[in-house]
């Protein structure tokens, strides 16, 4: 059973920055899409924030966009989002998610991890 471990997650001031990270517990055959969602405080939903396929493509969402930076490291299994210039807006619970092929048996899964609380505070 894969896991996904986020971490970095903290307390930053406004215009700071911070680098999550996703981890995978063991190895992927493939990706087809890993992403970066959030859950902001008092709202059900989750939003999108960037996403990254399996050939590289990125996208964000528009509140992001040129301010925070979506990547990975297949060797390490593990994918980032680096984010700066941060706003108030900004602070939510920070989700990583993985639409993985999987082994034992091959197969193509979703996968979610715990959360990291980002807060942007003065």
């Known amino acids: 059973q894969v896991h996904l471990v986020e971490s970095g997650g903290g307390l930053v001031q406004p215009g700071g920055s911070l680098r999550l990270s996703c981890a995978a517990s063991?190895?992927?055959?493939?990706?087809?899409?890993m992403a970066w969602y959030r859950q902001a405080p008092g709202k059900q939903q989750r939003e999108l924030v960037a996403?990254?396929?399996?050939?590289?493509?990125?996208n964000y969402a528009d509140s992001v966009k040129g301010r925070f930076t979506i990547s990975r490291d297949n060797a390490k299994n593990t994918m980032y989002l680096q984010m700066n210039s941060l706003k108030l807006e900004d602070t939510a619970v920070y989700y990583c998610?993985?639409?993985?092929?999987?082994?034992?048996?091959?197969?193509?899964?979703?996968?979610w991890g715990q959360g990291t609380q980002v807060t942007v505070s003065s």
């Open positions: 998610h993985g639409d993985l092929w999987v082994t034992s048996p091959p197969r193509r899964s979703d996968y």
């Open positions: 063991e190895s992927i055959l493939s990706i087809v899409t």
């Open positions: 996403i990254i396929t399996g050939g590289g493509i990125t």
